[in-house]
């Protein structure tokens, strides 16, 4: 499985940071989820907020994915947000901050591997979304398992990436029509000798104020405590 694992190019392991195809398995959010906030922000990230996700092709009585922000941490002095990802056979954590300049992830935790981006990729920005809107950086990823944590990775992968709203459109979701910006992902990998790896790309929906509502991946939002 590791091996496996680090046979693919950063950019596959990017296009599942969040969902990828698992085996079935069922996932609730915490009955004891408490939002810090009534108000979420415009890029939500409150303690206790919580998402529940289906692949876009499946029966509503299919088994979820859960996504639920526990709590916060510290990465490198950094204070986080702790997103952990639960269901039909995912296990993840992901390490985020949120500032004056928008969203960042910083490390993505999973039962093989550590993936973490120095600098963080910024997958958001702070201000309001508009179509046309484009952002982009370079970061460097370190693979390492949880033994090298704090040795040399086993991989490191350096990225180009840029984001761009590309559509806007109004969605009926299941309490209220929202609308959601479509953001096309773009990412180009190479090695630390500079020589060109792979590419990748796919679109993501997000509504402000609740949080992606369709994944890279095909996910669909099926509830939130977010929702209006």
């Given amino acids: 499985m590791l091996h496996t694992m680090l046979g693919r190019t950063f950019c596959t392991l990017i296009a599942s940071l969040v969902f990828a195809a698992c085996a079935p398995g069922t996932q609730s959010p915490s009955a004891f989820a408490v939002l810090e906030s009534l108000n979420p922000t415009y890029l939500p990230h409150e303690v206790g907020s919580w998402w529940s996700y289906l692949p876009e092709a499946e029966e509503a009585e299919s088994p979820t994915v859960t996504m639920e922000i ?8 950094q204070p986080v947000t702790m997103w952990e990802i639960q269901g039909r056979g995912l296990e993840r954590i992901l390490h985020r901050y949120v500032n004056d300049e928008g969203m960042f992830l910083v490390r993505e935790v999973r039962p093989e591997v550590t993936l973490t981006f120095q600098p963080p990729l910024q997958e958001l920005p702070a201000i309001p979304l508009s179509v046309g ?18 040795g040399e990775p086993l991989e ?6 840029t984001f761009t709203v590309i559509g806007s459109r109004d969605v009926q979701l299941a309490t209220a029509t929202v609308e959601v910006f ?29 949080g992606e509502i369709r994944t890279s991946q095909g996910y669909l939002l099926q509830a939130s405590n977010l929702l209006p």
């Fill in 156 to 161: 490191t992968r350096r990225v180009n990436y």
């Fill in 133 to 150: 809107q484009r952002w982009d950086g370079e970061t460097t990823v370190r693979i390492s398992t949880f033994a090298q944590y704090a």
């Fill in 182 to 210: 479509e953001i096309h992902f773009a990412a180009s990998e190479s090695t630390e000798e500079d020589i060109p790896a792979s590419q990748y790309e796919h679109i993501t929906w997000f509504v402000p104020y609740v």
């Fill in 70 to 77: 526990i709590g916060r941490t510290l990465v490198n002095e």
